[in-house]
Nanobody, 117 residues
Framework: QVQLVESGGGSVQAGGSLKLSCVAS????????MGWYRQAPGKARELVST???????TYVDSVKVRFTISRDNAKNTLYLQMNSLKTEDTAVYYC???????????WGQGTQVTVSS
């Protein structure tokens, strides 16, 4: 079955960096667009960044320049490099498969990112 397993979350001071990883299994990773969502306490889940099968990326305005999404199809792994972290980046970050039919939307369990001032 499909599995998305995130890692790399933790606590960091404002201005610091973290790199999230997501290992996918149970489907052909290279065939599907992927993304990262986040959900802060009391807020709706937000799409942070996506990467398509050809490597095209998108970012929500609040993370542009600071975050970089990437994928390694040979390792079935999705990454999110987060630099210059701000307190407002504090949230649970979810890896997601994005699409329809074979690539139907699917989320991992999430990893906590906490940024302190």
């Amino acid at each position: 079955q499909v599995q998305l397993v995130e890692s790399g979350g933790g606590s960091v001071q404002a201005g610091g960096s973290l790199k999230l990883s997501c290992v996918a299994s149970g489907y052909i990773f290279s065939h599907c667009s992927m993304g990262w969502y986040r959900q802060a306490p009391g807020k709706a889940r937000e799409l942070v960044s996506t990467i398509s099968v050809d490597g095209t990326t998108t970012y929500v305005d609040s993370v542009k320049v600071r975050f970089t999404i990437s994928r390694d199809n040979a390792k079935n792994t999705l990454y999110l490099q987060m630099n210059s972290l701000k307190t407002e980046d504090t949230a649970v970050y979810y890896c997601a498969r994005i699409g329809a039919v074979y690539c139907a939307n699917y989320w991992g369990q999430g990893t906590q990112v906490t940024v302190s001032s």
